[in-house]
């Protein structure tokens, strides 16, 4: 019901944007939710739109770099990355929240989750 794409490798410096297409039965109430696991380490809030106003969050590592954005036609969320660095390196999924919550950050509010897509970030 989540298909993220766009991963791949970008040099640093680089940029990419990820896709997250969703089937899900009542799309208004969501949260849309971009996370990343990078091996050995647990997987890491990046960014989160409530689909009903548009507001936007971001974790402190991808402030100013990332920018999360949607495609209301095509039920798509999209995350545009910029000045990859090599510790952006990670597998990227994306997430839904049906019931919305205010925890945004946290993984336990999410109920689907997409299959990740990896981005590698050479030096």
């Known amino acids: 019901q989540l298909q993220a794409s766009g991963g791949g490798l970008v040099q640093a410096g680089g940029r990419l944007r990820l896709s997250c297409a969703a089937s899900?039965?009542?799309?208004?109430?969501?949260?849309m939710g971009w996370f990343r696991q990078a091996p050995g380490k647990e997987r890491e809030f990046v960014a989160a739109?409530?689909?009903?106003?548009?507001?936007?969050y971001y974790g402190d590592s991808v402030k100013g770099r990332f920018t999360i954005s949607r495609d209301n036609a095509k039920n798509t969320v999209y995350l545009q990355m910029n000045s990859l660095k090599p510790e952006d390196t990670a597998v990227y999924y994306c997430?839904?929240?049906?019931?919305?919550?205010?925890?945004?950050?946290?993984?336990?509010?999410?109920?689907?989750w997409g299959q990740g897509t990896l981005v590698t970030v050479s030096s």
């Open positions: 997430a839904a929240d049906l019931h919305g919550s205010s925890r945004y950050e946290a993984t336990s509010n999410y109920q689907y």
């Open positions: 899900l039965p009542t799309f208004s109430r969501y949260t």
């Open positions: 739109m409530r689909w009903s106003t548009g507001s936007t």
